[in-house]
């Protein structure tokens, strides 16, 4: 038996004002994604934002469903977009804000497992890492360097 220990590095901002001016750009226009989100039946809106090596800005919210599975994540409604609109740029950083009409989000709230895996996809496709940063509504804001900080022991091509 051999034990593996697995390590993620998470960097935590104070606020949004502690990071570059780029980065709070990119986060402002995740917060005007998540104004558009369709949440009517879980009232959690959350937007995304994503740089592309080609300087372009997708955004996406998520989209509810009066059948609920159907509905989509804010993350995957902005990558599913970008690969599909730009499939041969690479995706430099994402970032995302959730904000709940029940109580008012203040620590950084980390993409779902779904959004993990189909991020990491696009993170092994492109050879290149995906920068992540994520917040609530208001507060802290977190940053992982590469999705694999977030999905260690990704499922991916190499096993099929
Ligand atoms: N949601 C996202 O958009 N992204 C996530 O990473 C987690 C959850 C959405 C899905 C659903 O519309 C609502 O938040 C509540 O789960």
Same mark, same amino acid.
């Given at each position: 038996?051999?034990?593996?220990? #697995?390590?993620?590095? #998470?960097?935590?901002?104070d606020?949004?004002?502690?990071?570059? /001016?780029? &980065?709070?750009?990119? =986060?402002?226009k995740?917060?005007?994604?998540?104004?558009?989100?369709?949440?009517?039946? $879980? /009232?959690?809106?959350?937007?995304?934002?994503?740089?592309?090596?080609?300087? @372009?800005?997708?955004?996406?919210?998520?989209? *509810?469903?009066? $059948?609920?599975?159907?509905? !989509?994540?804010?993350?995957r409604?902005? +990558?599913y977009?970008?690969?599909?609109?730009?499939?041969?740029? %690479? &995706?430099?950083? =994402?970032?995302?804000?959730?904000?709940? %009409?029940?109580?008012?989000?203040? $620590?950084? +709230?980390?993409p779902?497992g779904?959004?993990?895996?189909?991020i990491?996809?696009?993170?092994?496709? @492109? *050879?290149a890492?995906i920068? +992540?940063?994520?917040?609530?509504? #208001?507060? %802290?804001v977190?940053? $992982?360097?590469?999705?694999?900080?977030?999905?260690? !022991? &990704?499922?991916?091509?190499?096993? !099929?």
């Open positions: 038996m051999k034990e593996l220990k #697995i390590e993620s590095t #998470i960097y935590v901002f606020d949004l004002d502690e990071l570059p /001016k780029d &980065i709070v750009m990119l =986060m402002n995740a917060i005007e994604a998540r104004e558009k989100a369709y949440a009517p039946y $879980s /009232k959690f809106h959350v937007g995304a934002a994503l740089l592309l090596d080609n300087n @372009q800005i997708i955004t996406g919210s998520n989209q *509810e469903n009066a $059948s609920y599975p159907s509905g !989509l994540c804010a993350e409604t902005a +990558i977009y970008a690969n599909s609109q730009y499939p041969n740029n %690479k &995706i430099v950083r =994402m970032a995302i804000t959730a904000a709940s %009409k029940n109580n008012k989000t203040a $620590s950084p +709230i980390p779902c779904a959004c993990r895996q189909a990491a996809e696009y993170e092994v496709k @492109q *050879e890492p920068e +992540i940063y994520f917040m609530g509504e #208001i507060g %802290k977190a940053k $992982s360097n590469s999705l694999s900080d977030l999905l260690p !022991l &990704i499922f991916d091509k190499s096993v !099929l």
